[in-house]
């Protein structure tokens, strides 16, 4: 099978029970959610129901209809952005989000003329507070910001930004693409109004699957319309969650995947979880500064960041690098950009890109020692 370590881009493995939820759903099941009053139909909405109730109790959140689901975090972003901000709105962002945030909002920019003001980090992706506080106007609409980068794992200072938000009555969108199933968020302690997740990440569930928790009373209008099951007689659509913002028939197979993707985070226990894949950061960020020519990127310590690390040899192009290791070594590994060009201009690497790890909690030492023994043989 080879060694993966792109799990920053999608986990895998799975769990087995993500794939046999999927399968089961498809073969015994494959109705609609919301659709029907029958007992398969039935069945469907209590997965539905279920699986919302899980992932709000993963991160304290104990409103199951404000848990929306959507194709990706990608979409989530998009709904959250383009429902809430309005023409000529102040947004406040960081130097280091994914395009997933930094094309939408440079979209609205372009569209709706929305201004944007960047909290820069430092070379190792943080950003000062105070800087977010000296940003902060009158017309400040929304603050996002994402709570670990996805290309030097630098985790955020998301409770402090929250509060200052909160203190300003500005609703905090957290991007937890890169957190949500990594280490522990608790949406009220961390002051989140809105957090995005996607489920195909360290939620361990199939692509396809993603949503945003709504922990607060700012109006989110939907971005599509159309069919929802319900008050099918009104010629608008609803304004109660989750059917404002669920339109269409939803991914009822892929999100079998996911409820089965949280039940094994809160079995293994997240806590658990999150010190594993810390001490497996730990250990390859020891062994990769014994391999000649390296240059490691971001803070190079796995209590600020979460199992993501980024790295390029000397007089060697990265996606050379990453070729070389899946042709010879078995060892797949992700190299370029990574969605997040303003991220590589904060470490200087926007001309070359990086070669990226993403560890996650089914690799093992044995696996960082391979890739090192990989890198040392090019």
């Not at 992932?55 to 979409?75: A, C, H, M, Q, R």
């Not at 429902?83 to 569209?111: C, M, P, Q, Y």
């Not at 001309?351 to 790890?357: C, L, P």
């Amino acid at each position: 099978m080879g060694i993966y370590l792109d799990n920053a881009a999608t986990s895998f493995p799975k769990p087995n029970k993500v794939s046999e939820a999927v399968y089961d759903f498809m073969v015994n099941n494959g109705t609609s959610s919301g659709r029907g009053s029958y007992k398969k139909a039935m069945e469907s909405d209590y997965i539905v129901y279920e699986t919302r109730k899980l992932i709000g109790e993963l991160f304290n959140f104990k409103n199951p209809k404000n848990v929306i689901f959507t194709s990706n975090i990608t979409e989530s972003i998009n709904i959250v952005l383009r429902g809430i901000l309005k023409e000529g709105d102040h947004v406040i962002t960081s130097s280091i989000e994914h395009n997933a945030v930094w094309r939408t909002l440079k979209t609205l920019e372009k569209e709706i003329k929305i201004n944007i003001s960047i909290a820069k980090c430092d070379n190792y992706g943080f950003v000062d507070i105070n800087d977010i506080k000296e940003l902060i106007r009158e017309d400040t609409s929304l603050i996002i910001f994402n709570a670990a980068s996805n290309v030097i794992g630098t985790i955020q200072p998301i409770k402090e930004i929250g509060k200052i938000a909160r203190d300003n009555k500005i609703p905090f969108v957290v991007d937890g693409a890169q957190s949500c199933g990594a280490y522990p968020i608790d949406i009220n302690e961390d002051n989140i109004d809105i957090l995005t997740f996607t489920g195909h990440k360290s939620l361990l569930g199939p692509m396809g699957t993603g949503g945003i928790i709504i922990n607060c009373d700012y109006d989110i209008n939907p971005l599509k319309t159309g069919g929802t099951g319900g008050d099918s007689s009104y010629e608008y659509q609803v304004d109660y969650y989750p059917n404002k913002l669920e339109t269409g028939t939803l991914n009822v197979g892929g999100i079998c995947g996911l409820r089965e993707g949280v039940k094994f985070i809160k079995k293994e226990g997240i806590e658990n979880i999150h010190n594993k894949e810390k001490e497996l950061t730990s250990y390859a960020l020891k062994k990769l500064e014994d391999v000649k020519d390296i240059i490691i990127y971001g803070p190079k310590d796995c209590d600020k960041i979460t199992s993501v690390i980024s790295f390029n040899i000397k007089n060697k192009k990265a996606e050379e690098i990453a070729h070389i290791l899946d042709r010879k070594f078995n060892i797949m590994v992700r190299a370029g950009l990574h969605c997040s060009p303003l991220a590589h201009k904060v470490i200087g690497t926007n001309e070359i890109g990086t070669v990226r790890i993403g560890i996650g909690y089914f690799n093992t030492k044995e696996d960082i020692d391979k890739l090192i023994y990989g890198l040392n043989n090019l």
